[in-house]
């Protein structure tokens, strides 16, 4: 199913351009339009699912496949030492379009910390 108002729908139906990387089936990876890191690509699935507390095993094929081809994505990209995954979930964890995604971000210089320590 599809959102007609959903940023990342409009991207899966060929309505907004992407710089594609992957296009498959079940999901479709494209560079993220503002990196945070030399290599930052966002990984979506095609159906329209709003986050991960929405997803259920009806779509373990297509969460599946996310991170299944992220590791290939993330080299072929300049990602060879090393890359992170991040979905963010919701108003708390900053979630700015309501369509699940995965971020894969790398590339030659660390990624830094995951998250700031709190003491």
Same mark, same amino acid.
């Given at each position: 199913? $599809?959102? @007609?108002?959903?940023?990342?729908?409009? *991207?899966?139906?060929? !309505? *907004?351009?992407? &710089?594609?990387?992957? /296009? /498959? !089936? /079940?999901?479709?990876?494209?560079?993220?339009?503002?990196?945070?890191? @030399?290599?930052? =690509?966002?990984?979506? @699935?095609? !159906?329209?699912? &709003? $986050? =991960?507390? #929405? &997803?259920?095993?009806?779509?373990?094929?297509?969460?599946?496949?996310?991170?299944? *081809? &992220?590791? #290939?994505?993330? +080299?072929? !990209?300049?990602?060879?030492?090393?890359? +992170?995954?991040? *979905?963010?979930?919701? +108003?708390?964890?900053?979630? #700015?379009?309501?369509?699940?995604?995965?971020?894969?971000?790398?590339?030659?210089?660390?990624?830094?910390?995951?998250?700031? +320590?709190?003491?």
């Amino acid at each position: 199913m $599809s959102d @007609p108002n959903c940023l990342f729908c409009k *991207i899966v139906r060929g !309505e *907004i351009p992407a &710089a594609k990387v992957h /296009d /498959d !089936e /079940d999901v479709i990876a494209f560079r993220d339009i503002r990196p945070q890191a @030399p290599v930052h =690509l966002l990984i979506v @699935p095609k !159906e329209h699912i &709003a $986050s =991960l507390y #929405e &997803a259920d095993m009806r779509h373990h094929h297509a969460l599946g496949r996310m991170l299944a *081809i &992220a590791g #290939e994505l993330a +080299r072929k !990209e300049g990602a060879s030492d090393g890359f +992170r995954t991040i *979905i963010n979930n919701g +108003r708390v964890a900053h979630q #700015e379009v309501y369509h699940l995604h995965m971020h894969v971000l790398g590339g030659p210089e660390s990624l830094g910390p995951m998250l700031s +320590r709190r003491k």
